[in-house]
C-alpha cells in the first residue's frame, strides 16, 4: 500500500497540495484525476521522491520513505515525454537499471529479452529511441521502469504525448499488462474517459485537494460533489439539481413532479437523441434514445414535461 | 532532439511505415540519401538552383579557395623538398611546435574548464549571473592585441599580482586561455539547456546515483558539443597573433609562435618559409574542422 499522510507542498505562493491524505492498496491500479495545475502531478513526483513534500509523510508497502532518495525507494518512473535515454539502444535503455544493481550480464540480456517480449519491442532492441514511434518510446519507458522490479509504478500523463489513436490502443494494452504483472500501479491523467476506461480506482484531486476516491462506477453514479460530477461526465439542470441528461424524463403529459419546458432543438447522434430545452427561460438539455424521441414525436416549439428519473443522482446547486 | 524539429518532412512520412514493416528505420539526417539535391522536374527551380550553387561556388573560391590554393602552391614552389626543409628550419619547427603543443594544453583545459562553466551558468544560480555572462564574450569581442595589453599589464614585469609570465611560454598559454574561453562554454551551454531534466530523473529512479547520471547519461549527451567547441578553441589557438605578439616577447626558439614567425618570415622576404608554415597551420586546421564534422554527425546519428 501507499500511503500519504497530511502532504503540503508550495512552490512560492502557489500551494499546489494542502493537507492531502489518501491510501493507495496494494496491485491496483489508481488513477490521479483532475484537471491541469490540480495537483496531481506533484502528487506523483512526491510519492516518486522527485520532490519533497513541506509536511506529511509517505509510506510505501509499510516502510516510511518520506526521507528517502529515489533511488531507494523502489518506484518505478514513466514520464510523459518518455526521457528515453538517447543515446543508448532500446536494449541499452530497459538494461540501465540492472547495470546500476550490478547483475550478471548473462541475467540482464535475459531480464532485457523477457520485458522486451511483455511490451512487444523484441525486434527493436538495437534501435535508437529516435527511431521509434511515440508509442515504442513509451512502452520502452515502461519496460525500463519495470526492469528493477520496482514495488510502485508511477505514471505520469503517460499517453498525453501520443495522438488519440495511440493512446487508445496504449490504454487497453496498459489494463492488460497490469493485469498480468500486478504491480500497484499510479498514473496521472486529466482525461475522465482514460482514468475510467484503466483504473481500478481513481481518486480526483482539484485545487492541491483530493475531492473523492471511489471505483468509475461509484465517481460516475454518486459523485460527491458537483465538481466531481461535472469533472466525470456530462451534467444538466433541473429544477435547481444536477444530474445526468440521460437521467432526465420527457414526457408529453404533466404528471407529480414534472416542469414544463419548451423544446428548442432535437439532434441526432445515431443511437442517442440531444433535446435542447428552456425551462422557465433558462436553458437546458435531455439525453434521451432514438426509441424514446420517436415515441415522444416532439419538435422544436412543442412543450414538454420533464423529471428526474427516480434512480438519478441529484446534487443541489 | 524531438524527432519531428531535426528530421525532414520526407522522414517524417516514411518514418511510421518504416518502423512497423520493421525494416531499418530512415536513415540519420546527413547521410547521403538524404542530402541529395531534390529531384524536382521543374526546369525553373533547377535554373535557380544552379544560379545559387553557382554564385555561391564563385563567391567561395574567389575568397577562400583560391587564396588557399596560392598559399599551397607557394609554399612548394622548391618542391616538396623545398617545402620540408622550409617547414623544419630550426625557427619554424620550433614556432610550430610550440604552437601546436600550446594549442593542445589549451584545448584540453578549455574541455574541461569551458564545460565547468556552462554546467554553473545553467544549473546554478547565484547572484552575478548576468554579468559572468556577458563577461564569457568579452575576448571574443575585444581585439586581440588589446586582450594582449591587458595581459602584459596583469602579468607582465611591473605585474601587480607578482605574478611575471612575461617573455615565458606559459605566457603564451595564458594568453591562448584568454582568448579561446568562449568556445567551449557557448558550444557547451545551449545543449545543457535543451538537455531533458526527465532523463536524469529516470535515471535517478531506476537507482543511478549522481556520478552514474553524470557519467552515463549527461556526459555523452554533452560530448559532441564539448569536442567541437574544443576543436574551435584548438583552430583559433593555433592562428592566434595579437594576443601573444606582446607578453611572448617572440624570442626565436622558444616564445615565438607560428603566425608570429609567419610575419617575421615575410618580414625578411622568405615568402617560401612564410608560405610553408602556413600550409602547415592550413592542414591541422582542415584536419580538426574535419574531425569536427565526423564528431557531430557522430553525435546526429541518434536525434
Known amino acids: ?317 | 532532439m524531438s524527432p519531428s524539429r531535426t528530421d525532414g518532412p520526407v522522414a517524417a512520412a516514411d518514418r511510421p511505415a518504416l518502423v512497423r514493416d520493421g525494416r531499418p528505420a530512415a536513415p540519420p539526417a546527413g547521410s547521403p540519401e538524404r542530402s541529395r539535391s531534390p529531384r524536382s522536374p521543374r526546369l525553373r527551380r533547377r535554373v535557380g538552383l544552379g544560379l545559387g550553387l553557382g554564385t555561391a561556388t564563385l563567391y567561395l573560391s574567389l575568397v577562400v579557395l583560391i587564396p588557399l590554393a596560392a598559399v599551397v602552391w607557394r609554399s612548394t614552389e622548391d618542391g616538396l623538398a623545398g617545402f620540408w626543409a622550409q617547414v623544419t628550419t630550426p625557427e619554424s619547427a620550433s614556432a610550430l611546435r610550440l604552437t601546436i603543443g600550446a594549442s593542445l594544453l589549451v584545448a584540453l583545459v578549455n574541455l574541461v574548464m569551458g564545460t565547468l562553466i556552462a554546467w554553473v551558468l545553467v544549473r546554478d544560480d547565484f547572484p552575478g549571473k548576468r554579468v559572468v555572462e556577458v563577461l564569457i564574450d568579452l575576448p571574443f569581442a575585444l581585439p586581440t592585441i588589446v586582450a594582449g595589453l591587458v595581459l602584459l599589464a596583469l602579468y607582465g614585469p611591473s605585474s601587480p599580482l607578482g605574478v611575471d609570465l612575461a617573455y615565458a611560454r606559459s605566457g603564451v598559454v595564458v594568453a591562448l586561455l584568454f582568448v579561446t574561453l568562449p568556445f567551449v562554454v557557448r558550444t557547451v551551454q545551449p545543449v545543457l539547456l535543451e538537455l531533458d531534466r526527465d532523463m536524469e530523473e529516470a535515471a535517478a529512479s531506476l537507482g543511478a546515483g549522481r556520478g552514474t547520471i553524470f557519467r552515463r547519461i549527461i556526459l555523452p549527451s554533452l560530448l559532441p558539443a564539448m569536442l567541437s567547441g574544443t576543436a574551435l578553441a584548438f583552430a583559433r589557438s593555433i592562428s592566434e597573433f595579437g594576443s601573444t605578439v606582446l607578453i611572448s616577447g617572440n624570442i626565436p626558439f622558444d616564445t615565438q609562435v607560428a603566425a608570429v614567425s609567419i610575419f617575421g618570415q615575410i618580414e625578411s622576404d622568405n615568402v617560401t618559409g612564410a608560405a610553408a608554415v602556413s600550409t602547415v597551420l592550413l592542414l591541422v586546421a582542415l584536419l580538426m574542422l574535419v574531425a569536427m564534422d565526423l564528431l557531430q554527425r557522430w553525435g546526429a546519428r541518434r536525434d
Request: negative net charge.
Open chain 1, 1 to 317: 500500500m501507499i500511503r500519504v499522510s497530511n502532504v503540503s507542498k508550495n512552490f512560492g505562493e502557489f500551494a499546489a497540495l494542502r493537507d492531502v491524505s489518501v491510501d493507495i492498496p496494494s496491485g491496483s491500479l489508481t488513477a490521479l484525476l483532475g484537471p491541469s495545475g490540480g495537483g496531481k502531478s506533484t502528487l506523483l513526483r512526491i510519492i516518486a521522491g522527485l520532490e519533497d513534500p513541506d509536511t506529511g509523510t509517505v509510506e510505501i508497502e509499510g516502510e516510511d520513505s518520506t526521507h528517502l532518495s529515489p533511488q531507494h525507494r523502489g518506484v518505478g518512473f514513466v514520464f510523459q515525454h518518455y526521457a528515453a535515454f538517447k543515446h543508448m539502444t532500446v536494449f541499452g535503455n530497459v538494461a540501465f537499471g540492472l547495470e546500476i544493481r550490478k547483475r550478471p550480464k548473462a541475467e540482464i540480456t535475459a531480464r532485457v529479452q523477457e520485458l522486451l517480449e511483455l511490451v512487444h519491442l523484441e525486434q527493436f532492441a538495437h534501435r535508437y529511441p529516435a527511431q521509434l514511434s511515440g508509442g515504442q518510446r513509451q512502452r520502452m519507458a515502461l519496460a525500463r521502469a519495470l526492469a528493477v522490479e520496482p514495488k510502485v509504478l508511477l505514471l505520469d500523463e503517460p499517453f498525453g504525448a501520443l495522438d488519440a489513436q495511440v493512446r487508445k490502443e496504449l490504454r487497453a494494452w496498459l489494463r492488460r499488462l497490469h493485469d498480468e504483472v500486478h504491480v500497484t500501479t499510479v498514473f496521472v491523467t486529466h482525461d475522465q474517459e482514460e482514468a475510467m476506461e484503466v483504473a481500478d480506482e481513481i481518486v480526483v484531486m482539484a485545487g492541491g485537494e483530493v475531492q473523492q476516491v471511489g471505483s468509475p462506477d461509484d465517481l460516475y453514479e454518486r459523485p460527491a460533489s458537483d465538481f466531481v460530477m461535472g469533472f466525470l461526465g456530462p451534467t444538466t439542470r433541473v429544477g435547481g439539481e444536477l444530474v445526468r441528461p440521460h437521467d432526465v424524463e420527457l414526457l408529453s403529459h404533466p404528471e407529480a413532479g414534472t416542469l414544463p419546458a419548451t423544446v428548442q432543438r432535437v439532434v441526432r447522434l445515431g443511437f442517442e437523441v440531444r433535446v435542447d430545452l428552456l425551462v422557465g427561460g433558462e436553458p437546458t438539455w435531455a439525453q434521451i434514445t432514438r426509441e424514446q424521441a420517436r415515441r415522444l414525436g416532439t419538435v422544436p416549439g412543442d412543450t414538454v414535461h420533464l423529471r428526474a428519473a427516480a434512480v438519478a443522482h441529484r446534487i443541489a446547486v
